[in-house]
């Protein structure tokens, strides 16, 4: 309805608004009293979210004291921190460590030469680079001779003919050709080489040669100096370095691209002389039909009685002597009939537990397996323990990574039960399968399923073998710093066959048939060039990729030709000149076995998901999940797997993915990357030619007329992935370098750098290096550590080094308690305390002066949250057994004031004295400070906590008021509306009379003018 316009009446002339204003707020007084109090209850929400908010940030304080690593802090110190400064993580274990610097991590760098005008044109020509993992005499270190199990560093002793000794220090030795080059600088009448894949001594004189330890040490003998062949006249030749043990990784086979497995279902099929056949599966899947032979890398399970125990109390003893395979194991456990059952995963069995806790006792619910009579089944098995929980995660058992384990799933596979045999042959270079049978065919046949390549990565051929007994497979570990033929030609392989070598008159016919390593074809070149003194040297060349055939005695042209087979043609040496240099051999060094992490000289690849535009123009996203995504082949099934229509494959020159476009469109296949740089990082975003994008890590440079050693610099830096370059001054007539610096540092970011521009020629500026520290006082043991860059993260466990300089004296570094850290921790939980505490008092006190009080004085909230505060930190803590049993032990009291106080040199003398009685004191699990802390304190502030509820108590008030002053409002407002229609009554009223009187006025003014 309308209002008045205006608040005074035009009749009355009273000020009608004001006067009902006045009437209403009288009425208004319960409104106002409530709306009074929403404000004082909002003020004492407020300051309870103030306390509420500083227990919470106390909370995050005591919740660090139930951690271990809080009381147990540690720093390192160096004793020469211009050489070695260390860090240290909270997993870090305290005590002194010894290291010597031996070497620093150093950067590959190439430079040219000189050139008058950094402008200057260059002609035309190939500038080939990549990564020195293409190499194929490859040093091989230390640690991987003698099957994986290495050379302990030391010190060998050297004496010649003539009785001169020198100790060859190798205890920083990376490579056995390190240690050649020690002995050959050494001085005594000693050359050192490598020959047959093993370490040879030739007296120069012809003399005797020794060799021998000192200091107790074992390293000539690992070199294949045995106490029976330390001493020789002439020429002292050392055991064979490079063969297979049953410890040999699988990763280290075939020049490290290891043995490509199926992911399940069987690898291969063996067909015995008598028809049997027998499935081989290489998988790491433990089944019920695996044999228990198997586990445990080959060396089986020694079976016998075990004791399971269930949560509820129910015991079964099972024996499990003569069980045969998994499956019998699984069943013997499973019909105990007591709730406890074998789930097999992976490689592990997983005991579960489905029954019932008994409750209403004081036995602690447990689920145990352990050996009776002395046994190790159990133990064996993997599943020996004890746990409060309903399963006992086994431990792996089946792995299948080293030749023993390949062995093992050959000699123990489902169906085999001796008549076929596998072992290491003599040698050590290759696995032998022998027929036991003795069957009508006399023969073994293999074939491949599932796809898998891991019969022929295991060196045998999907055929029958004949009569051969037993069937050899062909050699699986390379050379001592030479590469398997196998992996020669991009995985290819190269045949040997006989080849004729030519000087003049003089002609020789090498039979290369038994070849099975480059170094074999070297060696057989150089005898046959001895025998007939023909005076030809068959070497590497420089950059490591191809052969080098020279005349070494009077520059005559050397031809050689095939005879039988395309050995010459293949190795590209086919050729008549004083010096033959053969093609690059293209090393694989990349399968669907290598891991992404090794790529761009260990920079790996960031996943992600990239983009396949094939030539159809369509577009499909693939996503690659570090979680899954491990390998090339990982990454291959992705995309083969993929709705694309193109397949990736290993490229033919074994050193990066190649997609195929198979879609048949018009347009060009393209990759791209939509998250991270899986793309780049693989090289998949270059241009694709015929429908195919190659991406090899070979980056090939046409340097077309015209361009300059500026443009040369700045295409290395943008196209290539491994290498940069820029142009060194160097102050001379011809100043202008071109500077080719590996990405990466250390022996991983080594490159191979090949130039067919007659303009440019390269050399070593410096050359790759890896970081080298010796562990230990005396390093006398040898252990020698090594990194590509100069921080060796976890040296030991929680202990990380920063190298800046070489030592010449030991650096000790100390890892000791970091008392500071703790003393920080406590002393910010006091002044938390303090400061809660503090707050508490303002909000609850009263202030006589002024006369006001806090917002909660007089609240029982408050008042109980102060006590128990105050009860929570003088609290005895029983049952640990030492003498801190409260704060106060430690220099942590409450004063007259209810604030803590410390006693700053009580409390550091507890921390630093008896570190471990404090930190029992603070972490014991639910009887700890910290657990007793953090219950008082949730019982403030958790969910039901006194704090919560009465923050709902107040919510709740607030809005029954906020109801209540609702409906006062609409009260009043329907009262304003009634005294304003009844003042607007009176005015009407008021009118009509006022009308009325100026009619009577008006009729006696009439009257009085008739009676005149």
């Known amino acids: 309805m309308s209002r008045i316009s205006t608040g005074v009446g035009l009749v009355s002339g009273m000020n009608i608004q004001q006067i009902v204003d006045q009437l209403i707020s009288v009425d208004a007084r319960p409104r106002d009293l409530l709306q009074a109090r929403i404000g004082v209850l909002n003020t004492q929400k407020a300051a309870f979210a103030d306390i509420t908010a500083r227990i919470t940030a106390l909370l995050g304080r005591v919740n660090s004291f139930a951690q271990r690593q809080s009381f147990l802090s540690y720093r390192a110190t160096s004793s020469n921190e211009d050489a070695l400064s260390a860090t240290v993580a909270e997993n870090v274990q305290p005590g002194t460590y010894t290291f010597n610097v031996r070497g620093l991590a150093t950067t590959h760098h190439l430079i040219s030469n000189g050139f008058r005008d950094r402008d200057a044109t260059l002609g035309t020509g190939t500038i080939t680079i990549e990564s020195a993992a293409a190499r194929v005499n490859r040093a091989m270190q230390l640690s991987e001779l003698n099957g994986g199990a290495g050379v302990q560093r030391g010190v060998v002793r050297i004496t010649d003919a003539s009785g001169r000794s020198a100790e060859i220090d190798v205890r920083d030795a990376l490579t056995l050709s390190d240690v050649v080059d020690r002995i050959n600088d050494a001085d005594v009448a000693v050359r050192a080489s490598i020959r047959g894949d093993a370490l040879v001594l030739d007296e120069t004189t012809g003399g005797q040669v020794r060799i021998s330890d000192i200091e107790g040490g074992r390293t000539?003998?690992?070199?294949?100096?045995?106490?029976?062949?330390?001493?020789?006249?002439?020429?002292?030749?050392?055991?064979?370095?490079?063969?297979?043990?049953?410890?040999?990784?699988?990763?280290?086979?075939?020049?490290?691209?290891?043995?490509?497995?199926?992911?399940?279902?069987?690898?291969?099929?063996?067909?015995?002389?008598?028809?049997?056949?027998?499935?081989?599966?290489?998988?790491?899947?433990?089944?019920?039909?695996?044999?228990?032979?198997?586990?445990?890398?080959?060396?089986?399970?020694?079976?016998?009685?075990?004791?399971?125990?269930?949560?509820?109390?129910?015991?079964?003893?099972?024996?499990?002597?003569?069980?045969?395979?998994?499956?019998?194991?699984?069943?013997?456990?499973?019909?105990?009939?007591?709730?406890?059952?074998?789930?097999?995963?992976?490689?592990?069995?997983?005991?579960?537990?489905?029954?019932?806790?008994?409750?209403?006792?004081?036995?602690?619910?447990?689920?145990?397996?352990?050996?009776?009579?002395?046994?190790?089944?159990?133990?064996?098995?993997?599943?020996?323990?004890?746990?409060?929980?309903?399963?006992?995660?086994?431990?792996?058992?089946?792995?299948?990574?080293?030749?023993?384990?390949?062995?093992?799933?050959?000699?123990?596979?489902?169906?085999?039960?001796?008549?076929?045999?596998?072992?290491i042959s003599a040698d050590g270079r290759r696995i032998e399968i022998a027929d036991t049978v003795g069957g009508t065919t006399g023969r073994l046949i293999f074939e491949a399923v599932n796809g898998s390549n891991a019969l022929g990565d295991l060196g045998f051929e999907a055929r029958d073998y004949g009569a051969d007994e037993p069937a050899a497979g062909r050699r699986l570990i390379g050379g001592v710093d030479s590469a398997l033929l196998s992996t020669l030609n991009g995985g290819r392989g190269i045949a040997a066959g006989t080849i004729r070598m030519e000087i003049g008159s003089a002609t020789t016919d090498i039979d290369l048939s038994g070849a099975e390593s480059l170094s074999d074809i070297i060696n057989a070149i150089n005898d046959a060039s001895s025998s007939a003194n023909l005076g030809v040297l068959a070497e590497v060349d420089h950059t490591g990729t191809r052969l080098l055939i020279r005349n070494t005695r009077d520059g005559a042209a050397v031809t050689i030709s095939d005879v039988q087979g395309e050995t010459a043609e293949r190795l590209g040496i086919a050729e008549s000149s004083s010096q033959i240099r053969g093609a690059n051999l293209q090393r694989q060094y990349v399968n669907e076995n290598t891991r992404l992490s090794t790529l761009n000289a260990w920079r790996g690849v960031a996943l992600g998901t990239l983009r396949i535009t094939n030539s159809s123009g369509a577009a499909v996203n693939i996503s690659l999940n570090p979680e899954s995504v491990k390998t090339l082949g990982d990454v291959m099934r992705a995309i083969n797997n993929s709705a694309a229509n193109v397949r990736a494959e290993i490229n033919e020159t074994g050193d990066g993915l190649v997609l195929i476009d198979n879609s048949g469109g018009g347009g060009v296949l393209s990759v791209s990357d939509v998250s991270g740089t899986a793309a780049r990082d693989l090289n998949l975003t270059r241009s694709a030619t015929a429908g195919r994008i190659d991406g090899t890590f070979e980056f090939k440079l046409d340097i077309t007329s015209g361009q300059t050693l500026s443009d040369v610099a700045a295409r290395i830096s943008t196209e290539t992935s491994i290498a940069t370059a820029n142009i060194l001054n160097d102050g001379t007539s011809n100043p202008y370098r071109l500077n080719i610096v590996a990405r990466a540092s250390g022996s991983a970011g080594e490159l191979i750098l090949d130039s067919t521009s007659a303009a440019l020629s390269f050399g070593t500026l410096t050359r790759a290096q890896d970081a080298r520290v010796l562990v230990g006082a005396d390093g006398a043991t040898g252990l020698l550590v090594n990194s590509s860059t100069n921080t060796l993260a976890n040296v030991f466990e929680g202990l990380s080094l920063d190298l800046t300089s070489v030592t010449d004296e030991p650096v000790t570094v100390t890892v000791g308690s970091d008392s500071s850290r703790v003393l920080e921790s406590i002393n910010s939980f006091v002044r938390d305390f303090n400061g809660l505490m503090d707050r508490i008092a303002e909000l609850g006190d009263y202030n006589a002066d002024t006369e006001e009080g806090g917002p909660l004085l007089g609240d029982s909230t408050l008042q109980t949250v102060e006590s128990r505060l105050f009860r929570s930190v003088i609290q005895r803590v029983a049952g640990l057994g030492g003498q801190i049993q409260r704060l106060s032990d430690i220099g942590i009291r409450l004063n007259g004031d209810t604030r803590l106080e410390v006693d700053a040199n009580r409390l550091n003398a507890a921390v630093t004295q008896n570190s471990e009685e404090v930190a029992r004191f603070f972490t014991t699990t639910t009887t700890g400070m910290a657990a007793k802390l953090k219950a008082d304190l949730e019982s403030l502030n958790g969910g039901e906590g006194i704090l919560k509820r009465r923050d709902r108590a107040i919510s709740g008030q607030t809005e029954q008021m906020n109801q209540r002053i609702e409906q006062l409002n609409a009260l009043l407002e329907r009262k304003r509306e009634r005294l304003t229609r009844q003042f607007l009554a009176m005015e009407r009223a008021l009118s009509g009379l006022q009308s009325q009187q100026s009619a009577l006025g008006s009729l006696a003014g009439l009257v009085s003018s008739a009676s005149r």
């Open 220 to 423: 000539a003998a690992d070199l294949g100096f045995s106490e029976a062949n330390s001493v020789g006249t002439g020429r002292l030749s050392g055991a064979r370095l490079s063969a297979m043990r049953d410890t040999t990784r699988l990763e280290a086979l075939n020049d490290g691209l290891g043995v490509r497995r199926s992911t399940g279902g069987g690898d291969f099929r063996i067909t015995d002389s008598a028809g049997g056949q027998i499935d081989v599966d290489l998988s790491n899947i433990i089944t019920s039909d695996t044999r228990v032979e198997r586990l445990n890398h080959g060396a089986g399970v020694r079976l016998g009685r075990i004791r399971l125990t269930a949560r509820d109390g129910r015991t079964a003893d099972v024996d499990l002597t003569g069980l045969q395979t998994v499956g019998q194991i699984k069943a013997a456990i499973d019909t105990t009939n007591i709730g406890v059952s074998v789930v097999l995963s992976g490689g592990r069995m997983l005991v579960s537990d489905s029954s019932t806790p008994a409750t209403g006792t004081n036995r602690a619910p447990e689920l145990a397996v352990e050996d009776l009579d002395g046994g190790v089944a159990a133990r064996d098995l993997g599943i020996a323990g004890r746990t409060s929980t309903n399963r006992i995660d086994g431990r792996n058992v089946l792995a299948v990574d080293s030749v023993a384990d390949v062995l093992a799933a050959i000699n123990f596979a489902d169906g085999n039960n001796g008549q076929v045999r596998a072992s």
